[in-house]
């Protein structure tokens, strides 16, 4: 495990856990095999529930369900799910107390960022860190969903040049992925509704109340955002039925040009021998000749009545 005091000068990495004096606080990085200690690590706020919340998690970090729990009056586990550059999504779990935030190893956490917080004056408590790590989450959510967005447009100018199949797989996995971000938005405003309800010191600073108001302004850009999927997959239902129709048009179209030559035909391969310019020479031209009349009829006809375009 790692210590580290967060102060005005930043982070301060130290041998063991000490009590923070006024205006600073301690974080904790704990390894997954190191999650055995946390009882005693915790114990003076009160480590009742530790091991059962422990045991729901995956030690790898790799699952994404968004958590508030009071363990103690003093002591809350809370988990966010962030999204990396590479938009893979992963788990942020830690234990918030009011001098101390203890946080489960977590390779893509940044401990230059928070210095840079501690720095600017942003970090006076643990609940300060939730809540810009809460603005930091918000922001890569707020990426992802633009992501989205992009890729709509995408297969919409796509559909409207040509219907693929594969555009139904893409527009199903965009659709997935709408829904799994307009949950995890769902849930990380509840987790800062509950926080806000408990935090009052804002000291000029944004307040859990403001990050509340974001998410739902985000939530309701996802809301949006998936139906714009829903109309896109209407869009393209449409499409693949206008071009099946276009296609049984032109079958119709065919079908009906042949149908006479087809009659002609037939009639001419019945076998009786009294049949007319059966015997004569000029049978087949004059066969040909009345087959072009009626198909250039036929499309005449269709023409006229546009339905050839």
Do not use: C
């Amino acid at each position: 495990m790692q210590h580290y005091l967060v102060s005005p000068e930043g982070l301060k990495e130290i041998e063991s856990q000490q009590i923070p004096t006024e205006g600073k606080f301690s974080i904790t990085l704990f390894d997954a095999e190191e999650w055995k200690l946390l009882n005693g690590h915790l114990a003076s706020a009160g480590s009742a529930g530790i091991d059962r919340v422990l045991g729901n998690l995956n030690p790898q970090g790799n699952s994404f369900n968004q958590r508030f729990e009071r363990l103690h009056p003093s002591l809350f586990f809370i988990g966010y799910s962030d999204f990396a550059d590479d938009t893979k999504e992963f788990a942020i779990y830690f234990f918030l107390s009011a001098n101390d935030m203890t946080i489960l190893r977590n390779d893509r956490l940044e401990l230059s960022q928070i210095n840079d917080w501690a720095r600017r004056g942003l970090l006076t408590t643990p609940s300060d860190l939730a809540q810009l790590l809460g603005m930091e989450i918000l922001e890569h959510h707020q990426r992802q969903l633009e992501l989205l967005e992009d890729d709509v447009d995408r297969i919409e100018e796509n559909i409207l040049e040509t219907p693929e199949r594969w555009q139904r797989s893409e527009i199903i996995n965009l659709h997935k992925k709408i829904l799994g971000l307009k949950k995890s938005l769902n849930a990380h405003q509840t987790i800062f509704s509950r926080l806000a309800a408990m935090d009052n010191h804002d000291q000029g600073r944004p307040s859990w109340k403001d990050l509340v108001a974001d998410t739902q302004q985000k939530l309701e850009n996802a809301r949006q955002t998936h139906e714009l999927i829903e109309i896109l997959m209407e869009a393209y239902q449409q499409a693949i039925d206008n071009r099946a129709n276009d296609i049984m048009k032109v079958l119709t179209l065919l079908a009906t040009i042949l149908l006479p030559i087809n009659l002609v035909t037939s009639f001419f391969g019945m076998n009786f021998e009294a049949m007319p310019l059966i015997h004569s020479p000029l049978g087949m031209p004059l066969f040909f000749g009345v087959s072009v009349l009626i198909v250039t009829a036929v499309l005449i006809l269709f023409w006229r009545k546009h339905w050839l375009r």
